[in-house]
């Protein structure tokens, strides 16, 4: 049995949840407290996923009509293309993802998913197209294989296995004395914010939907936790279409495309080399990040 440390509101959440009815981004909703500003429309039908292509066309979004945060934004992440958005804190970078689970709607311009506005398809079926790894993964007081398989769980044995490996988790739970039977959450181990997020990385793994986002924690990661993440995330991110929102310019050079986003914005597009060579906004970030990074060394 599941025990649970979360709000009761929660509860009837991870009810549905185990009819299969939502996926992982629900429980970041209630994380946030994000009171549900949407319903579907009486007309509304279920995504037809074919591709996973996604684009914002023009979007504007205020959370207050004073203080617009998303201005104008076109963007598009074509199937099987790894897009990440990067930018100053407060740009509005997570805004973009809860506009495309469509917790809000656009003020002016529209989101579609292999063409179909997400306004007008059911949200069970948007959600249940993407798989979020949340900056907070929601640990149940269970065991560490257990917490895997909630991404998926009529998965075989060997699938697991395998999201465990590709999610860099199997020296961890090898160097746990119970292994994967060790319990977590609250009551259990505590795991620090990259062992969580791999923990979100394996069952989004187990889940494998079309469309991936991935947003990263804002907390820094040791090198190594770091490491395991931006490989697990090559491997979530192999044939699927995944948007990637970036705390760490290191996790994502590899993106195929780089967006960076400034006051709401989109202000730069292109690769890391790109973006490098054109010695704007992204380099300025970039060089930030790696002089912080650089050891404090004596001036003797
Ligand atoms: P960070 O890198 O710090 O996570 P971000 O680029 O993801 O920042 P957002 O979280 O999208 O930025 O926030 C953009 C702006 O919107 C911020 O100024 C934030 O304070 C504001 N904001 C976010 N959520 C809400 C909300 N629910 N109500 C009102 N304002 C909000």
Same mark, same amino acid.
């Given at each position: 049995?599941?025990?649970?440390?979360?709000? #009761?509101?929660?509860?009837?959440?991870?009810?549905?949840?185990?009819?299969?009815?939502?996926?992982?981004? &629900?429980?970041?909703?209630?994380?946030? %407290?994000?009171?549900?500003?949407?319903?579907?429309?009486?007309?509304?039908?279920?995504?037809? #996923?074919?591709?996973?292509?996604?684009?914002?066309?023009?979007?504007?979004?205020?959370?207050?009509? &004073?203080?617009?945060?998303?201005?104008?934004?076109?963007?598009?992440?074509?199937?099987? &293309?790894?897009?990440?958005?990067?930018?100053?804190?407060?740009?509005?970078?997570?805004?973009?993802?809860?506009?495309?689970?469509?917790?809000?709607?656009?003020? @002016?311009?529209?989101?579609?998913?292999?063409?179909?506005? =997400? @306004?007008?398809?059911?949200?069970?079926?948007?959600?249940?197209? =993407?798989?979020?790894?949340?900056?907070?993964?929601?640990?149940?007081?269970?065991?560490?294989?257990?917490?895997?398989?909630?991404?998926?769980? $009529?998965?075989?044995?060997?699938?697991?296995?395998?999201?465990?490996?590709?999610?860099?988790?199997?020296?961890?739970?090898?160097?746990?004395?119970?292994?994967?039977?060790?319990?977590?959450? &609250?009551?259990?181990?505590?795991?620090?914010?990259?062992?969580?997020?791999?923990?979100?990385?394996?069952?989004?793994? #187990?889940?494998?939907?079309?469309?991936?986002?991935?947003?990263?924690?804002?907390?820094?990661?040791?090198?190594?936790? $770091?490491? %395991? =993440?931006?490989?697990?995330?090559?491997?979530?991110?192999?044939?699927?279409?995944?948007?990637?929102? @970036?705390?760490?310019?290191?996790?994502?050079?590899?993106?195929?495309?780089?967006?960076? #986003?400034?006051?709401?914005?989109?202000?730069?597009?292109?690769?890391?080399? $790109?973006?490098?060579?054109?010695?704007?906004?992204?380099?300025?970030?970039?060089?930030?990040?790696?002089?912080?990074?650089?050891?404090?060394?004596?001036?003797?």
């Amino acid at each position: 049995m599941i025990q649970l440390f979360l709000p #009761l509101g929660f509860l009837g959440f991870v009810f549905r949840e185990i009819k299969g009815s939502m996926a992982n981004i &629900e429980k970041m909703f209630e994380l946030m %407290a994000v009171e549900a500003q949407v319903i579907d429309r009486a007309d509304a039908t279920d995504l037809l #996923l074919t591709r996973g292509a996604i684009e914002f066309h023009h979007v504007d979004f205020a959370y207050k009509p &004073e203080r617009p945060i998303l201005r104008d934004v076109n963007l598009r992440v074509d199937p099987g &293309e790894k897009v990440a958005v990067v930018g100053p804190s407060g740009s509005g970078k997570s805004t973009l993802v809860k506009l495309l689970f469509r917790f809000y709607d656009p003020d @002016a311009g529209y989101i579609s998913i292999d063409g179909q506005d =997400i @306004a007008s398809v059911t949200q069970a079926s948007l959600r249940q197209a =993407i798989g979020i790894v949340p900056q907070d993964t929601v640990l149940f007081n269970d065991t560490l294989l257990a917490n895997v398989r909630y991404g998926n769980p $009529e998965a075989s044995e060997a699938q697991v296995a395998e999201a465990i490996r590709l999610a860099h988790l199997d020296d961890f739970i090898a160097s746990l004395p119970q292994g994967d039977q060790t319990l977590v959450g &609250e009551r259990g181990l505590k795991l620090s914010g990259g062992e969580k997020q791999r923990v979100s990385i394996a069952r989004t793994i #187990l889940k494998r939907p079309p469309i991936m986002v991935f947003d990263e924690a804002t907390s820094s990661l040791d090198s190594h936790s $770091e490491q %395991a =993440i931006v490989s697990a995330l090559r491997e979530i991110a192999e044939g699927h279409t995944s948007l990637v929102i @970036a705390h760490r310019l290191s996790t994502i050079v590899d993106a195929d495309r780089i967006v960076v #986003l400034d006051r709401g914005r989109i202000c730069e597009s292109g690769t890391h080399a $790109e973006l490098l060579r054109a010695n704007g906004a992204y380099a300025a970030l970039w060089w930030a990040q790696q002089k912080q990074k650089q050891p404090l060394v004596s001036s003797s």
